[in-house]
């Protein structure tokens, strides 16, 4: 009999044979502590190949792939039955949103069990990758066999009821699947259609962060009008998308068609559909009145439920009255005259009386709501360009300030003669929209701080990047002003740029989850042999991220207790590739999974991949008891802090400082560290420190004989 552990994280029954010590939930809950790899570092090309063995699954072959990850068609080998094995790209490893996108299918999955959703077997990981098992549904898509279906009413709304039923027990329980389109309706063998891939539902009983951002996102031709225009979601929403469909399969086109993405969120917020038996006159009128009701543009007026849709269509296919044929107003102000006459002549005239004065109001009414229409589209579109710059070669995603205000739900100001223009950088860590949208109100603040100090209009604009190293070259040369960073990285900086200066630093609270967080500890087996930083000579040991402060001072604590590079047996940094950096010693080419994962240095040292390995210590106190870990060395993360270009007036300098300790409020400021903390000035006496600790860096893979020989008169 199988023996059972406890899962490491939250304390829940594993099996004995589960190499990664964690259940798949907490797999999937794991965070991620910096941005993904530069290009080229990590590439889907290491995704496991078919016919080998996967986390218990034989991969038989590739049925398809997509941005997040790869389906297969595979047999569980416990079971044997054939299954879709969904796993997820290494590119996705390192993105916050899709690994959020995982998580959300598995929760969805867990409180779904119907006939006609695809139901997933297994949430899991192997090789530090996340997989999702699900039940195999062989006869491709809607998309891939829409013939099969449009030329055919009857077989189009069996298929509708079908769907719709599904919906609505979707939305019983709690889930919105905000995405309905013909590629995500797979169909069996027999024609049943399946629901699948809830990777951006909502929860209607939650608020997540994914929320806001995957209101924005979907596929524009199926977007409810409010949620094109990121507005809050009902299940009327998925009606609409549904609607979108039973159009498409009567009259073979979508509602709105357009060359360029913001004339067609255009045109799904205000224009109205063609009636379909304008473009299909053999439509049934009944099913077009159906059809219309579900892309009514008020919300209120569609089904208020799938299964009132499911109904009404069941109500044509048996040739009875469907409920979806209200009289229009005209029709029913017309019957009403027609039994109140005099008291009609009396409206008719109060009518004509406010006529002019309702003229007058509409006019203005008019105006705003242009104005709310058109921020809502720029909002919609500046997130669906950043999408695509974010999957370009393109390093960084700039945005106006006028475009942030919009984003924020607020009218941008008024251009103002002789305003000053800046721009800040900041690194995009997970998901680049909610960056943006976090960014949005700390800006919009210290614009307006900015602005008392210096004394006349500024703007900040967001210079979004992938990569700290690019950023950091942009403030060098002079085209960034403000830009976050560590302290050592600010210091290597400075010494290509003398003229740049630290402005502020970020103090965390003195909450102790923020302060384990952030901390970091050397670390080893109990039975490694290991008694202290010294006895590292001859053993192998895994640092952190490669820039990070955690790897600084790891090798600042190596190099003092007379270890460098070449007495070390092999070494790795968790971002790179072997064999991406030939520096000394440096390949040693264990497999370490997800590089960003805070388990990952643990799962390498227990698994004697590497014989030490540095990592947070709330996740060494999390793992360190039930595993016999044992700490050598222990130091504290300095904080990030923000520095400014060579040319900045002092004014300038001044100005920002101030408006940025000035920003007390919780909710602006916690989004750059992950918890409530404050800005304090910081200057180049406040990193003496770090600075006479830099040359242990670079001596740590310099040989030490030859350093001396160098200095020998």
């Known amino acids: 009999m199988t023996e059972l552990l406890k899962c490491s994280s939250c304390g829940g029954d594993i099996q004995d044979d589960v190499s990664f010590r964690q259940c798949p939930k907490c797999l999937l809950d794991l965070g991620l502590l910096r941005d993904p790899a530069p290009e080229g570092e990590l590439s889907d090309t290491v995704l496991p190949a078919p016919a080998r ?22 047999r569980q080998l416990s079971l044997n039955r054939i299954v879709a094995l969904k796993v997820m ?29 695809v139901a997933i077997y297994e949430v899991g990981e192997c090789e530090a990758t996340p997989f999702l098992a699900m039940r195999l549904v062989a006869g491709g898509s809607l998309a891939d066999r829409f013939n099969d279906f449009s030329a055919q009413e009857k077989k189009a ?12 027990y979707a939305h019983e329980r709690g889930v919105l699947h905000r ?49 094109a225009s990121g507005k809050p979601l009902s299940v009327v929403s998925d009606i609409y998308s549904l609607g979108v469909v039973l159009y498409e399969l009567l009259t073979g086109r979508r509602p709105f068609e357009a060359d360029k993405p913001m004339d067609l969120l255009r045109k799904v917020i205000q ?11 053999s439509v049934d009128p009944d099913l077009a009145v159906i059809c219309l009701k579900c892309l009514d543009k008020n919300p209120s007026r569609r089904y208020s439920s799938s299964l009132e849709l499911a109904q009404d269509l069941d109500r044509w296919r048996q040739d009875e009255p469907i409920k979806a044929r209200p009289a229009g107003p005209i029709l029913r102000a017309r019957r009403w005259s027609a039994r109140n006459p005099a008291l009609a002549t009396l409206i008719c005239g109060l009518v004509i009386g406010i006529a002019i004065t309702l ?12 104005k709310s229409l058109a921020l809502a589209i720029l909002r919609t579109e500046t997130a669906r360009q950043l999408q695509e710059i974010w999957e370009s070669p393109k390093p960084f995603f700039e945005i106006k300030s006028e475009a942030l205000a919009a984003m924020a739900g607020k009218e941008p100001g008024r251009l103002r003669m002789g305003e000053k223009r800046f721009t800040f950088g900041l690194l995009s860590e997970g998901n680049p929209l909610d960056r943006v949208l976090a960014a949005a109100p700390l800006l919009e603040e210290l614009q307006t701080g900015m602005g008392a100090g210096e004394r006349m209009p500024v703007r900040i604009d967001l210079r979004l990047y992938k990569t700290d190293q690019t950023a950091i070259a942009d403030l060098t040369a002079g085209t960034l002003d403000f830009v976050q960073m560590n302290p050592r990285q600010y210091l290597l900086a400075q010494q290509r740029a003398p003229g740049i200066q630290p402005l502020v630093r970020l103090v965390p609270p003195a909450d102790p989850g923020a302060i384990l967080a952030r901390s970091a500890v050397l670390f080893t087996r109990s039975n490694s042999g290991i008694k202290n930083i010294s006895d590292l000579r001859g053993r192998s040991f895994l640092f952190g991220l490669s820039d990070s402060m955690a790897t600084f001072w790891t090798k600042v604590h190596l190099v003092e207790a007379g270890v460098h590079a070449k007495n070390l047996s092999s070494f790795r940094y968790l971002d790179r590739l072997p064999g ?28 004697g991949k590497f014989d030490a390995a540095v990592v947070t210590e709330r996740r060494y106190r999390q793992v360190s008891a039930g595993e016999n870990l044992v700490v050598l060395g222990q130091f504290p993360d300095a904080g990030l802090l923000v520095a400014g270009k060579a040319g900045l007036t002092p004014r ?41 600790k830099l040359p242990a860096e670079l001596q740590f893979e310099t040989d030490p004989a030859e350093s001396s020989n160098e200095r020998a008169p």
């Not at 034989?58 to 389906?71: F, S």
């Not at 490893?93 to 899709?98: D, M, N, R, V």
């Not at 030939?582 to 698994?607: I, K, R, Y």
């Open 359 to 370: 003229a007058l109001l509409a006019e203005a009414r008019d105006e705003k709501n242009r």
């Open 271 to 281: 224009d109205e559909p063609l009636h379909p038996r304008l473009l299909n006159n």
């Open 580 to 607: 991406t950096r030939t520096n000394l010693s440096s390949n040693a080419e264990a497999d370490l999974g997800n590089p960003f994962s805070e388990m990952t240095p643990v799962e390498a040292v227990l698994d």
């Open 652 to 692: 300038s300098r001044t100005s920002f400082q101030q408006a940025m300790v000035h920003l007390k409020q919780p909710e602006v400021v916690q989004w750059l560290w992950g918890y409530s903390a404050a800005f304090q000035p910081c200057a180049d006496a406040g990193l003496e420190e770090l600075r006479r």
């Open 179 to 227: 995405d309905l389109k013909p590629s995500n309706i797979l169909l069996d063998n027999g024609g049943n259609p399946h629901l699948t891939d809830f990777g951006i539902a909502k929860f209607l009983d939650q608020e997540t962060d994914l929320t806001l951002t995957a209101d924005l996102l979907g596929t524009p031709f199926y977007m409810s009008p409010e949620q």
């Open 157 to 168: 709304v069996d298929l509708m009821v079908t769907v719709a039923r599904a919906v609505h």
């Open 89 to 117: 790209s290494r590119g996705g490893l390192g993105s916050i949103p899709a690994l959020a996108r995982f998580r959300r299918e598995a929760d969805a999955a867990a409180k779904l069990d119907h006939p006609n959703i």
């Open 53 to 74: 063995d996967f986390g218990g699954y034989q991969l038989l072959e590739q049925l398809g792939q997509g941005g997040m990850g790869t389906v297969f068609r595979a």
